[in-house]
């Protein structure tokens, strides 16, 4: 038992020093390229985090991403040079931040581009599709982001938990299928998130980003899943209540990463949070909660505890929202879906686990395999409604 | 606009900043500090910055104080008045020393532009001779890249710019009889040309007619603009080289007095600029030769093309003039004449 875990202990080693050596790299800084030559000057780019749009003015939230520092001397709107006032510093050092306050009488829903040059006259320019009142917090926002967390995240799973009595009824080699499903539930949105992680992280600033940052959270995550599973099932295979509970924490992650995706975007005016969109991630998220609820088929649970699973599972959505919805995250955004893939694929291992030990036919049986293979096209169909 | 339905896997890809247009191509010249050259400001106009008219114009209107514009009240004053003309006289010699630099210029407020500049300034000083006057140009070499300086006019072929190219620590003598009357340009011609004009060395040169024009407060416009960021287009359009100087520090010219305006165009990558006047209008004599005169309040010229205005303002009050490409004209190339009694 002991040395399973030392195992996996020693896998993260090539993790852990990879993540380091990127740290060294990235520190490092030029110093390497003095031996060799004459560095082309710093490309003096800002990068704009945020564009938000309040009646009669424009904030423009820029970090400076490169080593040197970054003057902000000229400020265009739609190709037209504006006055404007900086708060916080004008001249920026390394990753710092200043919001440009512009008064600008904008147009609503019209596509808008703002610059900013630098001292050295290079001008980064970011496009906004549709310029659009930036909603701020208010108690109304954050009551109306819990209520489409809710309808999107805790609801659907508490109504797929509803399949649990249908399955106590099913066969043991059903049950198995079920289980594969789950799996491949899970193995989908492990990929997705994974996906997720690298395309941010290829957003941010070389600083901040980097493949070792998606590796540090997939590592982290799956590492603590891998630690918490086996308290839970007191250091052998995760079952029934124990394992249910990893797969709601598993989703809860994901969800948490769905959440903050939808506040940030709707926050920016690049979301429309219609009907249509919030129906179908109801639709796909029915399917979770039967992944939660076939662990517990043959386990006696309380109403509470299946309410506390939805919650574990799905109120991660609201907090996401809120995150989303209120402030600018984006290194959040990269680690937290990398996060989600770490965990999603450590539950996938855990109840690989379970149906080898427990399905009739182990993992190569017709219903682990199609159960699994039906798991992921179930994500991938639902999927599109939520397109 | 057509809304855009996000997928749920773009969701946050997209939610996260766009890459920025990536701009890149700076030159890095260490730009040297502009030196001196003959100082040719005839006028000791004193001009103010319009801060006294603030307010009444609301906040985006780009006067006085809120135009962003560098320096102080009179700096540009040697580009703006031309030395003055001198009457006919045969055999006459008018000797001017250009020097080629490389000078880093403020051409908006904290932006800085590597330029090469004739005697520190972007455009250069300008040249002035009357016709028959032998015009005697000494032009040294002191940027870092070869250069020459190219005249318009009629002059012989050797004399022309365009072969004799000087290279950097280098000297070379223009010497030629000045013809025809109207309004010139000198530029460098050194390959590439677009480089090189696009970098600021160019400027206005006048050759008055040997029967002189009527007296009037005489006022030299070029107009031009600066590509700092390297990519094939201008960032900043100016005249005289900063943007929105005549914004903050406008022109004071007299009611009823005759205005002359000496009006060139050395604008790289855009097609045409042009010169718009608010609420009068002038004459315009194109390239400054000739009897046809032009009734308008806008005038467009190509790169190389300029011409001669002349107006009596009939109202007082600010009177805009600025570019009518209106993307030209807020991106800097905009001011006023306050005309006074």
């Given at each position: 038992?002991?040395?399973?875990?030392?195992?996996?202990?020693?896998?993260?080693?090539?993790?852990?020093?990879?993540?380091?050596?990127?740290?060294?790299?990235?520190?490092?800084?030029?110093?390497?390229?003095?031996?060799?030559?004459?560095?082309?000057?710093?490309?003096?780019?800002?990068?704009?985090?945020?564009?938000?749009?309040?009646?009669g003015?424009?904030?423009?939230?820029?970090?400076?991403?490169?080593?040197?520092?970054?003057?902000i001397?000229?400020?265009?709107v739609?190709?037209?040079?504006?006055?404007?006032?900086?708060?916080?510093?004008?001249?920026?050092?390394?990753?710092?931040?200043?919001?440009?306050?512009?008064?600008?009488d904008?147009?609503?829903?019209?596509?808008?581009?703002?610059?900013?040059t630098?001292?050295?006259?290079?001008?980064?320019?970011?496009?906004?599709?549709?310029?659009?009142?930036?909603?701020?917090?208010?108690?109304?926002?954050?009551?109306?982001?819990?209520?489409?967390?809710?309808?999107?995240?805790?609801?659907?799973?508490?109504?797929?938990?509803?399949?649990?009595?249908?399955?106590?009824?099913?066969?043991?080699?059903?049950?198995?299928?079920?289980?594969?499903?789950?799996?491949?539930?899970?193995?989908?949105?492990?990929?997705?998130?994974?996906?997720?992680?690298?395309?941010?992280?290829?957003?941010?600033?070389?600083?901040?980003?980097?493949?070792?940052?998606?590796?540090?959270?997939?590592?982290?995550?799956?590492?603590g899943?891998?630690?918490?599973?086996?308290?839970?099932?007191?250091?052998?295979?995760?079952?029934g209540?124990?394992?249910?509970?990893?797969?709601?924490?598993?989703?809860?992650?994901?969800?948490?990463?769905?959440?903050?995706?939808?506040?940030?975007?709707?926050?920016?005016?690049?979301?429309?949070?219609?009907?249509?969109?919030?129906?179908?991630?109801?639709?796909?998220?029915?399917?979770?909660?039967?992944?939660?609820?076939?662990?517990?088929?043959?386990?006696r649970?309380?109403?509470?505890?299946?309410?506390?699973?939805?919650?574990?599972?799905?109120?991660?959505?609201?907090?996401?929202?809120?995150?989303?919805?209120?402030?600018?995250?984006?290194?959040?955004?990269?680690?937290?879906?990398?996060?989600?893939?770490?965990?999603?694929?450590?539950?996938?291992v855990e109840?690989?686990?379970?149906?080898?030990?427990?399905?009739?036919?182990?993992?190569?049986?017709?219903?682990?395999?199609?159960?699994?293979?039906?798991?992921?096209?179930?994500?991938?169909?639902?999927?599109?409604?939520?397109? | 606009?057509?809304?855009?339905?996000?997928?749920?896997?773009?969701?946050?890809a997209?939610?996260?900043?766009?890459?920025?247009a990536?701009?890149v191509?700076?030159?890095?010249?260490?730009?040297?500090?502009?030196?001196?050259?003959?100082d040719?400001?005839?006028?000791?106009?004193?001009?103010?910055?319009?801060?006294?008219?603030q307010?009444?114009?609301?906040?985006?209107?780009?006067?006085?104080?809120?135009?962003?514009?560098?320096?102080?009240?009179n700096d540009?004053?040697?580009?703006?008045?031309?030395?003055?003309?001198?009457?006919?006289?045969?055999?006459?010699?008018?000797?001017?020393?250009?020097?080629a630099?490389?000078?880093?210029?403020?051409?908006?407020?904290?932006?800085?532009?590597?330029?090469?500049?004739?005697?520190?300034?972007?455009?250069?000083?300008?040249?002035?001779?009357?016709?028959?006057?032998?015009?005697?140009?000494?032009?040294?070499?002191e940027?870092?890249?070869?250069?020459?300086i190219?005249?318009?006019?009629?002059?012989?072929?050797?004399?022309?710019?365009?072969?004799?190219?000087?290279?950097?620590?280098?000297?070379?003598?223009?010497e030629?009889?000045?013809?025809?009357?109207?309004?010139?340009?000198?530029?460098?011609?050194?390959?590439?040309?677009?480089?090189?004009?696009?970098?600021?060395?160019?400027?206005?040169?006048?050759?008055?007619?040997?029967?002189?024009?009527?007296?009037?407060?005489?006022?030299?416009?070029?107009?031009?603009?600066?590509?700092?960021?390297?990519?094939?287009?201008?960032?900043?359009?100016?005249?005289?080289?900063?943007?929105?100087?005549?914004?903050?520090?406008?022109?004071r010219?007299?009611?009823?007095?005759?205005?002359?305006?000496?009006?060139?165009?050395?604008?790289?990558?855009?097609?045409?600029?042009?010169?718009?006047?608010?609420?009068?209008?002038?004459?315009?004599?194109?390239?400054?030769?000739?009897?046809?005169w032009?009734?308008?309040?806008?005038?467009?010229?190509?790169?190389?093309?300029?011409?001669?205005?002349?107006?009596?303002?009939?109202?007082?009050?600010?009177?805009?003039?600025?570019?009518?490409?209106?993307?030209?004209?807020?991106?800097?190339?905009?001011?006023?004449?306050?005309?006074?009694d």
């Open positions: 038992m002991r040395g399973r875990v030392g195992w996996r202990l020693w896998a993260l080693v090539p993790v852990l020093l990879l993540a380091l050596t990127v740290g060294v790299v990235v520190t490092s800084g030029s110093s390497l390229v003095d031996l060799v030559g004459t560095n082309p000057p710093p490309v003096d780019e800002f990068d704009i985090r945020r564009v938000e749009f309040e009646p003015e424009i904030r423009i939230t820029v970090r400076n991403p490169q080593p040197d520092e970054l003057t001397a000229n400020v265009n739609d190709d037209a040079i504006v006055p404007f006032t900086v708060d916080g510093p004008t001249t920026l050092g390394r990753l710092r931040s200043s919001t440009i306050v512009v008064p600008f904008w147009v609503e829903d019209d596509p808008i581009t703002v610059g900013v630098s001292s050295t006259g290079i001008e980064t320019v970011k496009e906004i599709l549709a310029a659009v009142e930036t909603p701020s917090a208010s108690a109304k926002g954050f009551l109306g982001y819990a209520l489409i967390g809710t309808l999107v995240g805790i609801l659907p799973i508490a109504l797929g938990l509803l399949w649990l009595p249908a399955l106590r009824q099913a066969s043991a080699a059903w049950l198995s299928a079920f289980m594969a499903f789950t799996a491949g539930l899970l193995a989908f949105l492990g990929v997705e998130a994974l996906s997720e992680s690298f395309e941010l992280q290829s957003l941010l600033p070389l600083g901040l980003g980097g493949s070792g940052l998606v590796l540090l959270g997939v590592a982290l995550s799956f590492l899943m891998t630690a918490l599973a086996g308290r839970l099932s007191g250091g052998g295979t995760a079952t209540l124990a394992l249910a509970l990893l797969v709601a924490i598993g989703i809860g992650v994901h969800n948490f990463g769905e959440g903050l995706a939808i506040g940030a975007s709707f926050a920016v005016g690049e979301l429309q949070l219609g009907t249509f969109l919030i129906m179908g991630f109801m639709i796909h998220n029915v399917t979770e909660g039967l992944g939660i609820a076939t662990p517990v088929a043959k386990t649970v309380t109403l509470l505890v299946l309410a506390g699973l939805a919650l574990v599972a799905g109120a991660p959505t609201i907090l996401g929202a809120w995150i989303g919805g209120y402030t600018s995250n984006d290194v959040l955004g990269a680690l937290f879906f990398a996060i989600a893939a770490g965990a999603a694929f450590q539950v996938v109840v690989g686990r379970y149906v080898a030990r427990r399905a009739p036919g182990g993992l190569t049986s017709g219903y682990a395999i199609g159960g699994f293979l039906a798991g992921i096209a179930a994500m991938y169909v639902t999927g599109i409604l939520a397109a | 606009m057509p809304k855009t339905r996000l997928t749920r896997r773009k969701l946050l997209a939610a996260a900043p766009l890459a920025a990536p701009l191509g700076k030159l890095a010249l260490d730009g040297q500090a502009a030196a001196g050259g003959h040719h400001s005839a006028h000791s106009h004193t001009r103010e910055p319009a801060s006294h008219l307010g009444t114009m609301g906040h985006a209107a780009m006067v006085g104080d809120e135009a962003p514009a560098v320096g102080g009240p540009l004053d040697a580009l703006l008045y031309p030395p003055p003309a001198l009457p006919y006289k045969p055999g006459r010699v008018r000797e001017y020393t250009l020097t630099l490389d000078t880093e210029l403020e051409v908006a407020p904290g932006v800085f532009f590597p330029a090469w500049t004739y005697n520190g300034t972007a455009p250069g000083p300008v040249v002035r001779a009357t016709e028959g006057d032998v015009l005697r140009v000494r032009f040294r070499n940027g870092s890249h070869p250069h020459t190219h005249f318009h006019g009629i002059h012989p072929s050797k004399m022309d710019g365009v072969f004799e190219v000087v290279p950097s620590g280098g000297e070379f003598t223009y030629f009889e000045a013809q025809p009357a109207g309004l010139h340009l000198y530029h460098c011609h050194a390959t590439p040309l677009k480089k090189h004009i696009q970098k600021g060395l160019y400027g206005a040169f006048i050759i008055d007619p040997k029967e002189q024009r009527p007296p009037a407060q005489e006022l030299v416009m070029v107009m031009n603009g600066f590509d700092t960021d390297g990519d094939g287009e201008n960032n900043f359009y100016t005249v005289n080289g900063r943007s929105f100087y005549y914004a903050r520090y406008p022109i010219v007299r009611r009823s007095q005759l205005v002359r305006i000496y009006l060139a165009n050395l604008t790289e990558f855009d097609l045409v600029n042009s010169l718009h006047l608010h609420a009068d209008f002038f004459r315009y004599q194109p390239t400054g030769t000739g009897d046809h032009e009734y308008t309040d806008t005038v467009m010229q190509c790169q190389g093309q300029r011409g001669v205005i002349e107006i009596e303002f009939g109202g007082t009050g600010l009177h805009m003039f600025h570019a009518h490409q209106s993307e030209f004209a807020e991106l800097g190339w905009m001011g006023f004449f306050e005309v006074v």
